[in-house]
């Protein structure tokens, strides 16, 4: 299964915390949560998809028998056990591994409730690993490239993602230790 754009990540999300949706429901979600500004996330994009992803079978519409106004019946969307599926998988993997400024993971992020939390732990440890592997990987370039004698905005180029890379696996380590705390609460 290829992975599903962000808008498609965000929809079966919604869809999955409400049991049900509208279009109208999900806009309105869309609009509390911010999403439109970090997200790029349209009112066109979201009818497509809702198609793609009712293509996919991933999520599957019903007439919802509840009439407001004048208009038509509005169409809701349920999940499908594959729909929840592939949302699980798409959450644990944007978690995981993608980049340190990457709308992904704030999706995955907004998506915890939907995996266990050592699930979470597990795909952020993962993430820190992907992370440091990146952050060696920047460190050798910018040194083997002449390091702190290179011209600043030479240098710049390679600092700023390095200090976006360090803040993030501070970040990272915050929130596994908060999920630890948590889990052991339960326990």
Known sequence: MNQLSNVEFMLLQIIAERNQASGY?????IDQRGYREWANIGTTSIYAGLKKLNDKGLIKSEDSGEKSGKGPMPTRFVMTEAGMTTLRSEIIASLSS?????????LGLAALPFIEKGEAVRALRKRLDFLGETLKNIRQKYESQGGVRLPLYVRGLFLHPISLIEGEREFVV???NELVE???EHD
């Open 182 to 184: 948590e889990m052991e």
């Open 25 to 29: 429901d999900i806009n309105k979600v």
């Open 174 to 176: 915050n929130l596994i």
């Open 98 to 106: 993608s980049r340190e400024r990457d709308n992904r993971f704030d």
